[in-house]
């Protein structure tokens, strides 16, 4: 199978289950919005060393926020709801709060589970906060120095998927990071999905495993160009670069669709020279996502 | 003392002493500088809440780098060798090792201080790594997917200063945060300083202590203009928003410049009232910044 | 009338006829797609001094567009269609096909104007042009140093609305901006218009004559609150600067979405005192907006 | 000779004189003086199809802008003084006056060639524009609704050097463009140079002459990779695309620092082969940039 003449691998990636809340910030332009959002899911690549993995879903107009100002809708995962709602709290109370003319609210209105996340925050109002009602929402206003802080009381939370992927392999550095960049560009116009590595781009995809025993995950050495003189290089010699691009969201329709948008956006890129993906045999995660099956 | 007919108090910022390291990271372009920079330096405002306090100290072109690449110097700060050496080791290893074509050295070659983070970060090699001499550094060159990653044996750090200040007092909240984005822009082009907060800007400033016995801070509540009718709020009638830019830096100097530089910026945007500073009457801090004699 | 407790004036926008041509930039990525079509668009606020008036309309993502690569769309006006074949062959060959990796393609398939623009241009080619057929149209591939130009042979045209506008009276000169951005990055999102001034805002709103002879337009004094004192100015006391955001669009309907969309927006920001419209009694333009009939 | 393992070509870049004015645009915040930079130096590619040869030369911090606030220095050029008069007259009057919260000062205050533009845009005051001295430097206060612009009297212009250039050969169109971009972000950050192409980059460098009788330039049909069949492209096998960068500048020096900054980005960038120039065998212009001198 090929798109625009660049090779699909007949492979799959491999998905697993994370939980995941989704927090609208709106602000007084959408720059200032974009700017709460980025501090709030910075140090947000992977919960393997970061307290969450975290990004930025997609960009609102008024007519999509609850106050009808700009605003940014961002995706925080973990492992579990625990952590989660730890998350939640210290990115919203320290990044968002913060942030120069910000509101929060939740964008899981719905969901069963809910974390009192502005019942929290409200405490640094200093017993002058206010619970109210508005734009149909529970909510607390707490005074700052530059004005009121509106965060709504709960925020929802939902049972997510991590770990979609896609590989892909060009001639040099340079055409493997411009489809990464169009890919990520194209799948950050998307309802549901995150990449949460810096950019939206992993340069150092990883296998299980390592020979140093305190190691749980190491470079992919069989992607590893470099490598070739080693013997443990696996890629074909036109291969000079691999770049993966990881895909967190809310189910598995969304993770389909931003690896078909992202897929398509890189195979129009001089110089891609295959599409593939990382799993691990079906052995780790729960969802697969083949991509002959996607592409069609 | 008034600076373009806006007022400075006369009163002063209270800083205190904080370790911090500064890391140059370089990459093909600097677009693909920054989008590691921001990511390394994300959910870092304060360390009362996030691991370290980190931000973007400055851009850095090719001459000033040692790899000749484009650059951008992050600064990352805690309150001691122990946590900073942790968030060296994390904040490079999730979000620098793992961003696109990046290089990261040392910034503090002749601080006595210095941390192996890149004898840490080799391991991710799966003893594919190698060490080399180069740019006359000590680094090591760990194989990629997309590319070696080049990172530095040692990353020294110092003690530095944190929690430098100016408060910008303005007849509304747009007029506020053009004045905090017109000082975020100027000190961001001096060496030796960060404003860690999202944007630059601090929204939310606190003061020790709270009503409710488990906060250690709270809004400042004598800043709130929102709590006029509460009579709690110390403004005069014509000022409505206040806002906030923390200055950490390498010594008490860069604190200084950074200082006067956004001060003076601050005060040619119309509708800025006057120019104040955060203190704890000298009680906390063992650094004091006085507005007046700074900006004689 | 008050939206979110800004008054409304009970006035409207007056516009008149002018031609306008849509063109699709497509690229490698978003980010030199919209480099081409700053260029572009350039140069371009106002035919009283500019040899056309250009904007970008929106942002279109690989499914948008002909190619499948992420793309702009940008709208080129002038008065009469000769002036406007001229801008687009100008426009287009300066700005578009010097642009790395572009392509430029009609957004205007439909309409009964057509200029053969594309096959003006392929002569840069020197004979080594060659047409084909390609994402069902009729296009030229011209040889270029870095690759192939891909252009349309030709490029539509509609009459359209120019002139259409609004005007934020706002307590002091950031809040107003503010205001403006946030109505310009609302109007961005919409089909069908443009904001051709620089950042999408006017700052100089003018009236038509002048006490000098040779000139037809000149500041609009009635509105320029440093006049207050010649006894000039008749806006209330407490405006202190007002903004214009002026929009040409297709057809009268994407006029009026722009218009709800932006004032809608600037609502939203404090300091924000009254919306207004500039017109000249219905005596120059044959449109009509009128604000109230607009935002019910 | 080669830099980084790309070789240098031993050949020269060749120039002619141009006039050339500096326009410092400030403005409430730096991003506002970009944008209207941006605008004003649009459609500014090549006299030979734009009125004018335009581009950011650099941003300037408050202490180095006449009115202490952050401001971007232009480079407007033309092939005479009564054309660069107009697209000054034209520009500043279309683009600048126009941009919220702007002000215009000339950045070559000792030049012997002065213009009197200032005087000129002050008739849009209506009659209550107003002669002062201020910063140094006489000025008018045009009213506007906004505010008041200030313009100074008089813009200054020398003779500069127009052609200054260098070649990037590449692998793939990705790593050409992205060195290309490596090398604008390098000459961006100098004083004295502008590269006035979209986004600094030159897609289609082109010849003198064209079979067309009408056409005075045509493509570079012997840098053209996709010409190969047709046995003019007379590149080596490995190259399969070739970017520009043009640049103008105040003086030869200039050009020359701008050139070796721009050229030692490039070859930095993986899948960059050969750096060469564009010449006409030095029957053209008068300046010769010859690349192994420079890079010494």
Redesign the interface.
């Given at each position: 199978m090929d798109i625009?003449g660049v090779q699909i691998d007949d492979t799959f990636a491999e998905g697993f289950p994370i939980k995941l809340a989704r927090v609208i910030i709106t602000a007084?332009?959408?720059?200032?919005a974009l700017?709460?959002a980025?501090?709030?899911?910075?140090?947000?690549?992977?919960v393997?060393?970061?307290?969450a993995e975290?990004g930025i879903e997609r960009i609102l107009?008024?007519?999509l926020t609850p106050?009808?100002?700009?605003g940014v809708s961002i995706l925080i995962c973990n492992m579990g709801y625990k952590n989660l709602e730890n998350s939640l709290l210290?990115?919203l109370?320290?990044?968002?709060?913060?942030?120069?003319?910000?509101a929060a609210f939740s964008g899981m209105h719905d969901a069963e589970k809910q974390f009192d996340t502005g019942k929290k925050l409200k405490?640094?109002?200093?017993?002058?906060e206010k619970q109210a009602e508005m734009y149909g929402r529970n909510i607390w206003k707490?005074?700052?120095?530059?004005?009121?802080?509106i965060v709504e009381q709960n925020f929802g939370a939902v049972d997510g998927v991590a770990g979609g992927n896609f590989?892909i392999l060009a001639?040099?550095?340079?055409?493997?990071?411009?489809?990464?960049?169009?890919a990520v560009?194209?799948i950050g116009?998307l309802e549901g999905t995150i990449t949460p590595?810096?950019?939206g781009?992993?340069?150092?995809?990883?296998k299980v495993g390592?020979?140093?025993k305190?190691?749980k995950a190491?470079?992919?050495?069989a992607?590893?160009?470099?490598?070739r003189d080693?013997g443990?290089c696996t890629l074909s010699e036109d291969v000079s670069?691999?770049?993966?691009i990881v895909i967190n969201g809310v189910n598995k329709e969304a993770i389909q669709a931003a690896m078909k948008?992202g897929i398509?956006?890189a195979c129009?890129?001089?110089?891609v020279l295959k599409i593939s993906a990382a799993n691990y045999d079906g052995k780790l995660g729960i969802h697969q996502f083949p991509l002959h099956m996607l592409m069609q």
């Open positions: 625009n007084v332009t959408e720059r200032w700017e709460a980025r501090e709030a899911t910075g140090f947000g690549t992977s393997i060393g970061c307290s975290a107009t008024g007519d106050d009808g100002r700009p210290f990115r109370g320290q990044c968002v709060l913060t942030a120069p003319t910000t405490f640094f109002g200093d017993g002058f707490i005074p700052l120095m530059s004005g009121e802080f590989l001639q040099n550095q340079a055409s493997g990071l411009m489809a990464a960049e169009a560009d194209a116009k590595f810096p950019g781009v992993v340069a150092s995809g990883s390592s020979k140093y305190f190691l190491s470079t992919n050495t992607f590893c160009t470099t490598l080693d443990v670069s691999v770049f993966e948008s398509n956006a129009r890129v001089p110089g």
